[in-house]
């Protein structure tokens, strides 16, 4: 129990040493990784049940050649493809958030920095540490962020569109 109370003091210091908008981005961040493990357990839970239900009703139907079974078919298969993107798009827009909020660090950050330099002049490097740090912290943050995510977005696209042409090809007429 002490490890994690030391673990938890260490990344409070460290979202002290960025500011506020880092702490913004660790809420970004947060969120983006519940929602690309929501998507994993997703797939790994939820949609092969879908998947057999979504056959089921389609290998129970007697015509699977007329027009009126080819659009119900399509509307199975959108149902299914529907399913497998959700929050696909939210993944993508908290990825493309993260380096903006490192960006409005740095600005922050160098904010904090002339407004030291305009003070106490440049003969004080010790009082532009801190800004430095809350210009730099943020940035670096959030490139990890976005970079981390975007490569398990990527393989959460991918399997997408894996999902939707194995349920195309399973509906056969």
């Not at 990825?95 to 904010?111: D, E, K, R, S, W």
Request: hydrophobic fraction near 50%; charge should be positive; charged fraction near 15%.
């Amino acid at each position: 129990m002490l490890w994690l109370m030391e673990e938890l003091e260490s990344i409070r210091r460290f979202l002290g040493m960025g500011g506020e908008v880092l702490f913004v981005l660790f809420i970004l961040t947060f969120l983006l990784w519940l929602l690309v493990i929501e998507r994993y357990l997703y797939f790994f839970l939820d949609h092969p049940k879908l998947v057999k239900l979504t056959q089921g009703k389609w290998s129970s139907r007697d015509n699977k050649t007329s027009i009126h079974s080819t659009r119900i078919r399509q509307a199975m298969i959108s149902e299914v493809t529907l399913s497998a993107q959700r929050n696909l798009p939210m993944i993508k827009t908290l990825i493309a958030l993260c380096p903006l909020l490192g960006l409005l660090g740095t600005v922050v950050g160098m904010v904090q920095v002339f407004d030291v330099l305009a003070v106490t002049g440049t003969g004080s490097p010790r009082a532009m540490a801190s800004g430095i740090s809350k210009a730099t912290i943020p940035t670096m943050a959030g490139m990890v962020a976005a970079l981390s995510g975007l490569y398990f977005s990527a393989l959460l696209e991918k399997r997408a569109d894996r999902a939707t042409h194995a349920i195309a090809d399973s509906l056969k007429h």
